[in-house]
């Protein structure tokens, strides 16, 4: 069963970096995914696409700060230069049998 | 400007239906296959349904299969969600987003389900 696993909380503080950690279910390891980010109250917002490979497409005016990369059945999400701004939901989202879309549980990241 | 906007949501008695629209604007509709997405309150992102760009092909979530119908109307770049039977724990906000990257959202509409 294909499956994402996020943890539910991250921190990090205000001009730092963070890394996200996304995880495929076993067997699904050459899966690509996609970030998602959500703002307090506001619909979530596309943040890039990331290979099996590590390589990403990022959505159109998505900063530099943010990037993606992957290792094994892990994808990421890093954070750099931490903004308040950043302070929001995080998850990451895959594709099983063709239209079907699978979520991860999200991770709410806190910026100190 | 690229934009989603959810309209129809309510609130409904269980066992009710409710329609929910996206009107599509600012990019080519038909050239787009469309999900619905929902998330209770206080929880994360669920995955609903999807369709094709040509309505070809559409596909549910396990606990909204038999009870939910996506369509779309190419010519009026609008998505709906007919969703019948409804249950309490079909309260959410529900968005509409737009092919197979979820690439873009809209801000979604909210359906309560309670007597």
């Known amino acids: 069963q294909l499956v994402l696993t996020q943890s539910p909380s991250a921190s990090a503080s205000l001009g730092a970096s963070v890394k996200l950690t996304c995880t495929l279910s076993?067997?699904?390891?050459?899966?690509?995914i996609a970030w998602h980010q959500q703002l307090p109250e506001k619909g979530p917002r596309y943040l890039m696409k990331?290979?099996?490979?590590?390589?990403?497409n990022k959505g159109d005016g998505i900063p530099d700060r943010f990037s993606g990369s992957s290792s094994g059945a892990e994808r990421y999400l890093t954070i750099s230069s931490l903004q308040s701004e950043d302070e929001a939901d995080y998850y990451c989202?895959?594709?099983?049998?063709?239209?079907?879309?699978?979520f991860g549980g999200g991770t709410k990241l806190t910026v100190l | 400007e690229v934009q989603l906007v959810e309209s129809g949501g309510a609130l409904v008695e269980p066992g009710r239906s409710l329609r929910l629209s996206c009107a599509a604007s600012?990019?080519?509709?038909?050239?787009?296959?469309m999900h619905w997405v929902r998330q209770a309150p206080g929880k994360g992102l669920e995955w609903v349904s999807a369709?094709?760009?040509?309505?070809?092909?559409?596909d549910y979530a396990d606990s909204v299969k038999g009870r939910f119908t996506i369509s779309r109307d190419n010519a009026k770049n609008s998505l709906y969600l007919q969703m019948n039977s409804l249950r309490a724990e079909d309260t959410a906000l529900y968005f509409c987003?737009?092919?197979?990257?979820?690439?873009?959202w809209g801000q979604g509409t909210t359906v309560i389900v309670s007597s």
């Open positions: 987003a737009r092919d197979l990257d979820l690439d873009v």
């Open positions: 600012g990019f080519t509709f038909d050239d787009f296959a």
């Open positions: 369709i094709t760009s040509n309505s070809g092909s559409v």
């Open positions: 076993s067997g699904h390891n050459n899966y690509a």
């Open positions: 990331v290979n099996s490979d590590g390589s990403h």
């Open positions: 989202q895959t594709w099983g049998t063709a239209i079907h879309v699978v």
